[in-house]
């Protein structure tokens, strides 16, 4: 059986590689330290198809490490001691590297017992994974290795690996390619080199035999691609990426933006995750600058759950540029976290006794009598009274900002009290 082609034009040297410039290229900081023959303990973070495997690879062999593999989906304990029981064999005399994939799916009491053994050098650990490594991996294998981020490949990138894929699959025979097909592919793999290549071989396996060269079409290469540019995972780094994406486009009034990220989730078939995430925008980045900012949002949620998707793309469309194109404002937020923090910091205190729910005072009480003022009985429904605890009674949490609706608010109150003091 043929090996997958991915793994024939897999690269040999750094030079091979696709992408990464910013760690592989000339100066880059990986190479460098490839090219020194010394290999730190090492976690490799990004998306997949990217070259992780790959460089942990080439990396080993210039360093003439043996090179050991496990992978965090299917390994267990039994395994990883099975590893350490080969450390005592003659080929770990000169220490070996371990490439842990996937290490985010080992618990930790996995990924501690390899720590005795990357200490005294036996192993020398380059692990990879998909997800924040700072969430996902035992914070003690973290403090002994350097984490290099590994990107999504831009399409030039990819399709310089393309042209290598198709003069591997032009040793099996002549290959007319349709103009336009390694462009289309490599825009479309959504950066993952992995997914562009096998798009292209099944491209070239689906290719109609001919009398002359196979033909590889840009329908076939079309079909082949659709949806592979979206990268989604709703338990992953992706999710939250792209909904805080959502977030900083709207609050930075970028509809465009606003309606790209969305777009991407609900092609993801994710409807409830922009749901909740809009409710959140309107309360926290418009606020009381168009305080009917999220009565809109709600209406337009509720249609979109009614209706399910693909139609609930509209309604939420709908409200994704109108809190972009809303004024904004943050007082409100900046105002509950402030108090949230010092209600954290233990900054309470006793009720006001006019505030309290209650009419009999104890024996110990000082003022006897509950002393509440009815705003109501006052001119313009207002009296001076302290609502805030003594110990942080002197405490603005709320500062109006410069918008039509807060700045005419308080223009009233300033009049009301200052009239009334």
């Given amino acids: ?140 294998i973290l403090s002994r290795s350097t984490v290099f981020e590994f990107k999504l490949v831009d399409a030039a990138e990819v399709r310089r690996g393309l042209d290598r894929v198709l003069k591997v699959l032009e040793e099996d025979g002549p290959v007319e390619v349709e103009e336009g097909v390694l462009d289309h592919i490599a825009a479309a793999c959504g950066g993952d080199v992995r997914k562009a290549i ?29 949806r592979s ?42 409807l409830l995750s922009p749901c909740r995430r809009l409710l959140v925008i309107a309360a926290e980045d418009i606020g009381l600058a168009y305080p009917m900012a999220i009565s809109v949002v709600k209406a337009c949620v509720d249609a979109a759950v009614q209706v399910g998707l693909p139609e609930a793309q509209l309604p939420l469309a709908e409200a994704a ?14 105002g509950i976290w402030a108090a949230m923090a010092d209600v954290q910091a233990g900054l309470a205190g006793p009720i006001p006794r006019q505030l309290q729910n209650k009419h009999y005072d104890g024996a110990d009480a000082r003022v006897k009598g509950q002393h509440y003022q009815y705003p109501h009985d006052f001119p313009d429904h207002w009296v001076a009274q302290q609502y805030l605890p003594d110990a942080v009674k002197d405490k603005v949490y709320y500062t109006p900002q ?20």
């Fill in 198 to 226: 096998n798009a292209l071989e099944l491209a070239y396996l689906a290719a109609a035999a001919t009398q002359g060269p196979k033909r590889i079409t840009l329908e076939d290469a079309k079909a082949l691609s659709q």
């Fill in 321 to 334: 540029v109108l809190l972009a194109t809303a004024p904004k404002s943050n007082a409100s937020a900046m």
């Fill in 1 to 140: 059986m043929a090996s997958p082609l991915a793994d024939r034009i897999r690269p040999r040297t750094l030079d091979d590689m696709v992408g990464q410039q910013h760690l592989l290229g000339e100066g880059g900081l990986l190479r460098r330290i490839a090219r020194g023959g010394q290999i730190p303990n090492m976690i490799f973070y990004g998306p997949s198809g990217v070259g992780k495997t790959t460089a942990a690879r080439i990396i080993a062999a210039g360093a003439d490490k043996k090179l050991y593999k496990l992978n965090g989906t299917t390994a267990g304990t039994a395994d990883i001691k099975a590893l350490i029981k080969e450390l005592d064999g003659f080929d770990a005399m000169g220490g070996v590297v371990l490439y842990l994939d996937e290490i985010q799916y080992l618990n930790k009491k996995q990924q501690q017992t390899l720590l005795e053994f990357i200490e005294d050098g036996s192993i020398t650990l380059i692990a990879s994974t998909t997800e924040n490594p700072y969430f996902y991996i035992y914070n003690a």
């Fill in 402 to 421: 410069d918008n039509k609706t807060e700045q005419a608010a308080r223009a009233y109150w300033e009049k009301i009290k200052g009239r009334n003091k």
């Fill in 229 to 270: 540019a979206m990268r989604y995972d709703r338990e992953g780094d992706e999710h939250y990426d792209l909904l805080s994406a959502l977030q900083k486009s709207i609050r930075g009034s970028d509809p465009d933006a606003a309606l790209h990220y969305l777009a991407r989730l609900l092609e993801a078939g994710d």
